[in-house]
């Protein structure tokens, strides 16, 4: 048990992907992290979209060209395992029942079943080229501070 102090108590969550793990810790906030690696993502990336995601992603998704096919999906994924995770449920819940969009820029949520957008904060994590990563939560805007030795 950790102790409550005047800001809250600590939470976390983590995630792994072959031999790395990452973990967020919180104070008053239940953090969301995924991690995936780019290699282990070999299957038919859209047909996978097109069972389990949004149909607005699967979409999407079908607009990019061969190559960066698996980089935008795993970005999806990340992003949404990572609110799944922050709101409590998981996989479980549907992650046909979020909806992110990821371009150049930040990930944006588009849509959450049950949830107040404006609740959730989502950031993209750049550990490296082989990996992609994800972190949400829902409440006040936090400063994201990041340690992480991925060589």
């Known amino acids: 048990m950790l102790p409550v102090g005047r800001h809250g108590a600590l939470r976390f969550n983590w995630s792994h992907s072959g031999e790395r793990a990452l973990v967020a810790v919180a104070r008053s906030v239940q953090p969301g992290i995924d991690l ?3 290699a282990r993502r070999t299957r038919d990336v859209q047909a996978l979209a097109r069972r389990f995601f949004a149909e607005a992603e699967a979409t999407a998704l079908a607009r990019c060209d061969d190559a960066g096919r ?9 992003a949404k395992e990572a609110l799944l995770k922050a709101q409590g449920r998981g996989l479980a819940f549907g992650m046909d029942r979020v909806a992110v969009s990821v371009g150049p820029g930040a990930p944006e949520l588009l849509a959450f079943e049950g949830e107040a957008l404006e609740d959730w904060h989502l950031k993209e994590l750049i550990c490296d080229e082989a990996w992609v990563a994800a972190l949400a ?8 501070r ?5 060589e």
């Open 146 to 150: 990041w340690r992480g030795d991925f």
């Open 36 to 38: 995936e690696h780019r």
């Open 137 to 144: 939560w829902r409440g006040q805007p936090m400063e994201v």
């Open 70 to 78: 698996p980089l935008h999906f795993l970005r999806l994924w990340t």
